[in-house]
């Protein structure tokens, strides 16, 4: 199945309010990276154990290993969990940058490092996420 394919039918299996507004998030997200690499991952390891939630990703960029590997993986990701939705910003060196700059302005959200995590899109200031979105793929472009 295409990535698309998956993608719909992950949005399509959540429960409303969340289902409506994840399909908001992804329509935002093809705005944002028109033309963007999208990526499925059903959350499952090579075994078929489920090991994360699964999660829609937008756009590539090159992780890049201490041991000199490396693998494209995405630069934005959109998971629903058990409490609302979560958008990783994937890439950023400094993991203080998003909690300091987008944490007091977005809401009632938990940012991390990496992740900003909310209850419902009424909880946040979808300006403050785009922003970060947007910081994130800087961060993470060639």
């Keep these: 199945m295409k990535a698309e394919e998956q993608i719909k039918a992950y949005i399509d299996s959540q ?23 999208l990526w499925f991952l059903d959350g499952k390891d090579d075994t078929g154990k489920v090991v994360t939630n699964p999660n ?8 890049y290993y201490k041991d000199g590997s ?7 990701g ?3 969990n058990t409490t609302g939705i979560s ?4 890439g950023l060196k400094d993991k203080k940058n998003l909690p300091n700059n987008f944490g007091t302005t977005i809401g009632k959200a938990s940012v991390t490092g990496y992740c900003i995590k909310f209850k419902t899109l ?4 979808l300006e403050v996420l785009e922003a970060a979105i947007r910081y994130g793929i800087e961060q ?3």
Excluded: W
């Excluded at 829609?56 to 992780?63: A, H, K, L, Q, R």
């Design 15 to 37: 429960r409303e309010p969340k289902r409506t507004e994840m399909q908001n998030l992804h329509q935002r997200m093809l705005q944002i990276l028109p033309g963007g690499k």
């Design 56 to 63: 829609i990703g937008y756009g590539t960029f090159d992780i």
């Design 70 to 76: 490396n693998k494209e993986f995405y630069q934005i």
């Design 78 to 80: 959109l998971s629903g």
């Design 87 to 90: 958008v990783y910003i994937m």
């Design 122 to 125: 009424e909880d946040i200031n």
């Design 140 to 142: 993470t472009s060639s």
